[in-house]
């Protein structure tokens, strides 16, 4: 029986399909569209192909899923090593969606068993990944908005993005819904300002009095009538959008805190020092469930981007950022790493060390985030969470600082 080789171009609208055998010919080309249909007919011809399996350039999505579910053996090579295996196959840089597929499908042929097929995550991570992923991406569009909003009245009334601590906060938004212009908040004194911090419940500690002094202690600037009137209406609407945002990302976080507080593995990275709720289940998410995955912790660090990459020929060696990876993991691991050092005596002497031999804030905590991949690695494997009686260097910490 003929053993066949599948290699899939993805895109938007079509998607480009080689099948091979096992001499790297080809027996079947063709293009399916990104529709029910289209993904209907791909699964019909890899069956009659003998379901071979499928080398693909992304690791999720739609197409992948259909994939996975279908019961074929799906094999995500990353994008960079398709960049790099080029020149094996063409010397000019033309490409095209079919020769970018026979490349995948040959790669899987001949360098299949450098890479890892796609193993299916439990439909509770693939949930709680889909809501992680929407609030970042959610919170990622407050940053973009906020940043408008701020940059906007600082061209025409800059009192109103500093009388709070953040422009984005509800109370920042609230204030300037109600008073988009200056000459809106003409007759804005302490009573007024008092009542208007009561009703939306402000929480800071400044008086009236002191808001009202950030407010007008502000530059002023110079604008016409009709352009400060364009402008406030204009800040207004970004700032009723922004309300709308900030409230469906808490809903969201509220959700995400409970998903992964229901489970055993959520569990277990919360366990972890200051690793709290979204946190815990943003790592949690880019883990996964599939233990077979990372069969060591210098592969995970590798995946999370906190190992650096060394290169190295004859006398000359360099140590360098590590850009291919998963950066949201990254972000997550540090993140934990920077908490952590405030809660933990072991984290914050790691922290210290780096910093005592030149590192920068950043550098110092992708070394302590590496440190904690080992201990992280070892918790999830074991399905045990984290004790600081069981983590020596902690331990170790603990009786200096004691000492």
């Known amino acids: 029986m003929n053993t ?73 090579i990353h994008p960079n090593v398709v960049k790099a295996t080029r020149p094996r196959y063409r010397s000019h840089g033309a490409k095209s969606d079919a020769s970018d597929a026979y490349l995948l499908a040959d790669l899987l042929r001949t360098d299949g068993h450098r890479f890892r097929p796609l193993a299916p995550q439990s439909e509770d991570i693939r949930a709680l990944r889909a809501l992680v992923r929407g609030r970042d991406d959610l919170v990622a569009t407050r940053v973009q908005l906020a940043n408008q909003l701020r940059s906007l009245l600082e061209s025409f009334w800059p009192g109103a993005a500093v009388i709070f601590a953040e422009v984005d906060s509800p109370i920042a938004l609230a204030f300037v819904d109600r008073y988009p212009t200056p000459e809106s908040a003409a007759r804005l004194g302490p009573k007024r300002m008092a009542s208007f911090c009561a009703q939306h419940a402000y929480s800071g500690r400044r008086s009236a009095e002191e808001l009202l002094a950030r407010l007008h202690q502000a530059a002023n600037t110079a604008c016409g009538e009709l352009e400060m009137d364009a402008k406030g209406e204009l800040a207004k609407s970004l700032a009723r959008i922004l309300a709308g945002l900030v409230d469906q990302i808490r809903l969201l976080s509220s959700r995400i805190e409970h998903h992964v507080a229901s489970l055993d593995d959520g569990q277990l990275v919360m366990s972890f020092p200051r690793a709290g709720r979204i946190c815990a ?123």
Do not use: M
């Open 4 to 76: 066949f080789f599948a290699g899939l171009d993805w895109a938007s609208q079509t998607h480009a399909v080689c099948v091979i055998d096992a001499h790297g010919a080809i027996h079947e080309h063709f293009d399916i569209a990104h529709d029910a249909a289209g993904l209907a007919e791909l699964r019909h011809r890899l069956t009659a192909a003998g379901s071979p399996p499928v080398a693909i350039e992304r690791p999720s999505g739609l197409i992948v899923d259909t994939l996975v579910e279908a019961g074929f053996t799906v094999v995500p």
């Open 281 to 403: 289940a943003q790592i949690l998410a880019e883990l996964g469930s599939v233990r077979e995955r990372f069969d060591s912790d210098a592969r995970l660090a590798a995946e999370a981007g906190v190992a650096p990459v060394t290169y190295q020929s004859g006398k000359s060696k360099a140590v360098t950022f590590r850009w291919a990876c998963n950066h949201r993991l990254r972000a997550a691991l540090t993140c934990l790493a920077d908490n952590s050092r405030h809660a933990s005596a072991w984290a914050a002497k790691v922290y210290a060390q780096a910093r005592a031999r030149g590192c920068d804030h950043p550098h110092a905590i992708r070394i302590l985030a590496r440190a904690w991949v080992r201990v992280l690695w070892r918790a999830w494997i074991d399905r045990k969470p984290y004790d600081p009686a069981q983590h020596h260097g902690a331990q170790l910490a603990l009786q200096a600082t004691e000492g």
